[in-house]
């Protein structure tokens, strides 16, 4: 049976995941990246009549602006179409917009959840918002703003009044999410004076039944009154296991409010028990500082131990014995941190970390590990990570010697050049680039740091923790893709793309090094593996 003969229900249940968005999506107060790569949802609408009908409601049930552009589109698309605005069920709005705004709500007479940000400027436009507002009678409102720098200017004052004006006429009106909560210097605060204008039109509400708020160190006083109003149920309180304890103190003896309150997770519910262990993977991270510590770990848990942080330091030479490390028969990870200490010269036939996967070099003033390991065969190494405080003169050695095995390498800028990595490690696949201390433009004297004399045909993916790149654009510039043929991505700690309209300026740096880059065939990404998307 071909697409265009499904019965529509069919259809629908096949196009919904793809074209509307979640409620999870829709009410998360974060402001996500702006110009996130992606396709354009719409392009379903042209696979055939029988999609265009189906896929018209179900992709305007839900509306998400983010920029002026959006919101003229839509405007223009709802004064053509007039019927398209009954599907709009869900509006989320993170700006002003300007009229388009009125003209938006006025077209939308089903609207039953709308989201409003009050992140605003002096310069945005939002008469055309409030006018819209006054247009609808939503059944919830989700309302942000920015806790840590609330914005104080006439924009967002004349947004709150519109809400303050809207709340107690809008008779649909069940959930509001409160974005404030009571810190103790709440009251003289930007947020203070928001919330309780806020809270004094909420309680002329006549049909609220539920508060969602981000519960701070207790309940807040200026909640309680949403008690008074006769159709009001349950405050619905988000809680970290910080503010847990304070929260059940603060309504313990009011029995009323008590059977109001609701919180997530329930006051009741135990606390997991981590045990302190960090994690790596399903296996326990073992820490051990000092000599007796190491030893007593080696001797009790070393076989079964498969991550191992060895923290040592002395501001005397000492001498340690490297057989130490022969009982971690199954160590997959170490981190080594070192100063002060080498080891005694190994016995004929010694062997040790055969199962070593990765090694993680923080500081090592004299490189006993490095010059123990030449003599070692690592057989299973495949990751090697140095950190500022390692000795270069000992490190490109032990790179030399284990160079065919690595597939992930971190150094500093410097080692990086110094050991002519990119020649030397045939086999990496992932090269991360540490910066200097303190340096802020190191680039500038790597401008070709990215070059291989001959084609390295494994290398797909590099990083640079750096959080400031400098002169980068340079460098992007001259990369010769011939040498690197399947480089498919650099990463940056610093990189950071807009999360608003107003963030991208025509000269935003990484949105010129994005489309430096993309004309080459190479995908930036951001710190958490993001990337994003030409103007």
Known sequence: MSGSHLPDEIVSKILTPALKFSDKVFSDPSIKQLLAPGYSSSSYLLV????????????????????TSQAEALRAILEAHQEIGCFIKKVRVEGAFGDAMEAILRSAPNITDVFLSLNLWPRDDVRGLCRGL?????????????????????STNQLVTTLERCIPKWNKLKSFYFPYFDDGFFIHTVSGKRAHALCAALTKSRSLENLLVDAGPGFPDHLRKMIKIPSFKFFHCRLSNGHRRSMLHSIKNDSVLRARVKCYPP??????????ATRTGAHALVHVRGTTEFRRVAKSSGPTTQALSVVLSSDLPRSIDPKILQPFTSLKSLSWTVQGYRFSTPS????ALNTLEVLDVHTETHPALFRLDLDLPLPSLRELRLRHGVDASSAIPFIQKHADKLLRVTAPIELHAAAKMFELCTNMETLTVLAPVGSLTFLQDYDNFIACSVPHTSLRKLRFECTKMGT???MFQNIALESFPLVKEIQGLDVKWPKAEREIPKNHPWISALEILRAKGIKLTDNNGSGGRAL
């Open 48 to 67: 055939c009549k029988a999609w265009f009908r189906v896929a018209t409601p179900l992709l305007y049930s839900v509306i998400i602006l983010r920029t």
């Open 134 to 154: 006054s247009l609808i009678n939503p059944r919830r409102v989700i309302l942000v703003d920015d806790r840590d720098d609330p914005k104080a200017n006439s």
């Open 267 to 276: 006051l009741a519910s135990p606390r997991a028990n981590t045990g302190g």
């Open 348 to 351: 004929a036939g010694f062997s």
């Open 472 to 474: 980068y654009r340079q």
